[in-house]
C-alpha cells in the first residue's frame, strides 16, 4: 500500500490546536488544588465576559464591514446601472446621427420619386425615346403627394418627439423609482444597523447586569462564611470558657460523687472525675493481673494445641510420603512388566519378519510358517 498524503487545511489545524491548548488549560486549571475553590470562580467569570465581549465586538466589526461592502455593492451596482443606460443612450443617439448624416433619404436612387426634388434626374433623351421602365411619373399619378409626403415626415418626426419625450419621462420614473429603491434599502440598512446597536447594547447591559448578580453573589456568599467563620469562632470560644470554668477543671470534691439514695452506694459522675482512691487502684491492679494470667493461660493452652496440630500434620506427612513411596515402587514394577511384554513382543515380531523373508527365498508353504510361529510363541 502507498502512503497519500492529504492536503491538510490551515485554519483547521489551528483550530484543532486552539481546542487542544483550551483542553490542556482547562485540566491544569481544574487539577490544581491551589487553584481549585469551592461555589463561584470570579476570575473565570471575569474571563469569560471579557471573551463575550471580544466576541461580540469582533462580530460587530465583521457586521460593520459586511454593511460597508454591501454599500459598496449596491453602489457599483447602481453606477453600472446608470453606465449601461447612459451608453445605450449614447449609441441611439449615435445610430440617429449616423441616420440623419449618411443615409438620408436625399441622397437615395430614388429621391426624386420620394420627396419630389425638382432637377434630381435631368432627362436629356426624349420621352418619344424612352422605354416603359424609364419613365418617371406616370398618368394619373397623386398631384398632392408632395403634400402628403411632407405632412407624413411631420407627422413621423412629432411621433419621435413623443416617443423621445416618452422614453425620457419613463427613464426619469425609472431613475426616480430606484433612487426611491435605493433609499429605502439604505433605510433598511439603516434600520437594521439600528437595531443591531440596540440589540448590542441590550447584550450589554444584561451581561453587566449578570456580571453584577454574580458579584453580588459572590460578596454575599463571602460575607456568609465570615458569618459563619465568626459564629463559629464565638461559639468555640464559649465551649472554650465553659470548659475552664466548669467542676471537671477546677476538680471540685464535692461535684464528683452524686447521692443516689435506697441505700445505694453514690455514683460517681466520669464527667467530673479526675483521680482515683488507693482502693480502686488496688482493684484495677488486681483485675488487670487476673487478665495477665487468664492471657498467659490462654496462650499456654494455645500453644500446646498448636503443637498437637503441628505433630498431627508430621504424622499425615510422613503417612503420604510412605503412600507416595510405595505408589512409586507400584508403578517401577508395572513399568519393568510393561518392558519385558514389550521386549517379548518384539522378538515375535523379529521371528515372523525372519519368517517372511526365508519365505521370499525358499517358497516354502504357509503351513510350516504358522507351525514355525506356534513353537517359538511356545
Same mark, same amino acid.
Given at each position: 500500500?502507498?502512503?497519500?498524503d492529504?492536503p491538510?487545511?490551515?485554519?483547521?489545524m489551528?483550530?484543532?490546536e486552539?481546542?487542544?491548548?483550551a483542553?490542556t488549560?482547562?485540566?491544569?486549571?481544574?487539577?490544581?488544588?491551589?487553584l481549585r475553590?469551592?461555589g463561584l470562580?470570579?476570575p473565570a467569570?471575569?474571563?469569560q465576559v471579557?471573551?463575550?465581549k471580544?466576541k461580540q465586538?469582533?462580530?460587530?466589526?465583521?457586521d460593520?464591514?459586511?454593511?460597508?461592502?454591501?454599500i459598496?455593492?449596491?453602489?457599483?451596482?447602481l453606477?453600472?446601472?446608470?453606465?449601461e443606460?447612459?451608453k445605450?443612450k449614447?449609441?441611439?443617439t449615435d445610430l440617429?446621427?449616423?441616420?440623419?448624416?449618411?443615409?438620408r433619404?436625399?441622397?437615395?436612387?430614388?429621391?426624386d420619386?420620394?420627396?419630389?426634388?425638382k432637377?434630381a434626374?435631368?432627362i436629356?433623351?426624349?420621352?418619344?425615346?424612352?422605354?416603359?421602365?424609364s419613365?418617371?411619373?406616370f398618368q394619373?399619378?397623386?398631384?398632392g403627394e408632395?403634400?402628403?409626403?411632407?405632412e407624413?415626415?411631420?407627422k413621423t418626426?412629432?411621433?419621435?418627439r413623443?416617443?423621445?419625450?416618452?422614453n425620457?419621462?419613463r427613464h426619469?420614473?425609472?431613475?426616480?423609482?430606484?433612487?426611491?429603491v435605493s433609499?429605502?434599502l439604505?433605510h433598511?440598512?439603516l434600520l437594521g444597523?439600528q437595531l443591531?446597536a440596540l440589540?448590542?447594547?441590550c447584550?450589554k447591559?444584561t451581561?453587566?447586569?449578570?456580571a453584577?448578580?454574580?458579584?453580588?453573589l459572590?460578596?454575599e456568599r463571602?460575607e456568609?462564611l465570615?458569618?459563619?467563620?465568626?459564629r463559629?469562632?464565638?461559639?468555640?470560644?464559649?465551649e472554650m470558657w465553659?470548659?475552664?470554668t466548669?467542676? /471537671?477543671?477546677t $476538680?471540685?470534691?464535692? *461535684?464528683?460523687v452524686? =447521692?443516689?439514695?435506697?441505700g +445505694?452506694?453514690? %455514683?460517681?459522675?466520669?464527667?467530673?472525675?479526675?483521680g /482515683?482512691?488507693? $482502693?480502686?487502684?488496688? *482493684?484495677?491492679?488486681r =483485675?488487670r493481673?487476673?487478665? +495477665?494470667?487468664? %492471657?498467659?493461660r490462654?496462650?499456654?493452652?494455645?500453644k500446646?494445641r498448636d503443637?498437637a496440630r503441628?505433630l498431627q500434620?508430621?504424622?499425615?506427612s510422613?503417612?503420604?510420603?510412605?503412600?507416595?513411596?510405595?505408589?512409586a515402587?507400584?508403578?517401577r514394577?508395572?513399568?519393568?512388566?510393561i518392558?519385558h511384554?514389550n521386549m517379548?513382543?518384539?522378538r515375535?515380531?523379529q521371528?515372523h519378519?525372519?519368517?517372511?523373508?526365508?519365505?521370499l527365498y525358499?517358497?516354502?508353504?504357509?503351513?510350516d510358517?504358522?507351525?514355525?510361529?506356534n513353537?517359538?510363541?511356545?
Amino acid at each position: 500500500m502507498y502512503k497519500v498524503d492529504l492536503p491538510v487545511d490551515q485554519s483547521v489545524m489551528k483550530d484543532v490546536e486552539r481546542r487542544r491548548s483550551a483542553e490542556t488549560a482547562r485540566k491544569s486549571r481544574i487539577f490544581n488544588t491551589r487553584l481549585r475553590v469551592m461555589g463561584l470562580d470570579l476570575p473565570a467569570l471575569n474571563q469569560q465576559v471579557q471573551e463575550k465581549k471580544q466576541k461580540q465586538d469582533m462580530e460587530m466589526q465583521q457586521d460593520r464591514a459586511l454593511d460597508k461592502l454591501r454599500i459598496y455593492h449596491d453602489d457599483a451596482l447602481l453606477k453600472q446601472d446608470i453606465d449601461e443606460r447612459e451608453k445605450r443612450k449614447a449609441l441611439d443617439t449615435d445610430l440617429t446621427q449616423h441616420w440623419v448624416t449618411h443615409q438620408r433619404v436625399e441622397d437615395s436612387r430614388d429621391a426624386d420619386l420620394k420627396c419630389g426634388l425638382k432637377g434630381a434626374f435631368r432627362i436629356t433623351i426624349s420621352e418619344s425615346e424612352l422605354g416603359p421602365a424609364s419613365m418617371q411619373i406616370f398618368q394619373g399619378e397623386d398631384m398632392g403627394e408632395e403634400q402628403k409626403r411632407r405632412e407624413q415626415i411631420r407627422k413621423t418626426e412629432r411621433d419621435l418627439r413623443a416617443q423621445k419625450e416618452d422614453n425620457e419621462r419613463r427613464h426619469m420614473g425609472e431613475k426616480h423609482r430606484e433612487m426611491l429603491v435605493s433609499k429605502e434599502l439604505v433605510h433598511q440598512d439603516l434600520l437594521g444597523v439600528q437595531l443591531h446597536a440596540l440589540e448590542e447594547e441590550c447584550n450589554k447591559a444584561t451581561c453587566i447586569a449578570l456580571a453584577n448578580y454574580n458579584q453580588a453573589l459572590a460578596a454575599e456568599r463571602v460575607e456568609k462564611l465570615k458569618e459563619q467563620q465568626r459564629r463559629e469562632e464565638r461559639e468555640n470560644v464559649a465551649e472554650m470558657w465553659h470548659t475552664l470554668t466548669s467542676d /471537671m477543671m477546677t $476538680e471540685h470534691a464535692e *461535684a464528683v460523687v452524686s =447521692e443516689v439514695g435506697g441505700g +445505694r452506694p453514690p %455514683r460517681v459522675l466520669v464527667d467530673r472525675w479526675k483521680g /482515683m482512691s488507693p $482502693e480502686q487502684l488496688s *482493684a484495677i491492679h488486681r =483485675e488487670r493481673e487476673e487478665q +495477665r494470667l487468664e %492471657r498467659q493461660r490462654q496462650r499456654d493452652a494455645e500453644k500446646a494445641r498448636d503443637a498437637a496440630r503441628e505433630l498431627q500434620l508430621l504424622k499425615l506427612s510422613r503417612n503420604a510420603e510412605e503412600e507416595e513411596r510405595r505408589a512409586a515402587e507400584l508403578r517401577r514394577e508395572r513399568r519393568i512388566q510393561i518392558d519385558h511384554y514389550n521386549m517379548q513382543l518384539a522378538r515375535e515380531q523379529q521371528a515372523h519378519q525372519e519368517y517372511l523373508s526365508k519365505k521370499l527365498y525358499t517358497n516354502k508353504p504357509t503351513k510350516d510358517y504358522f507351525h514355525q510361529f506356534n513353537t517359538s510363541s511356545r
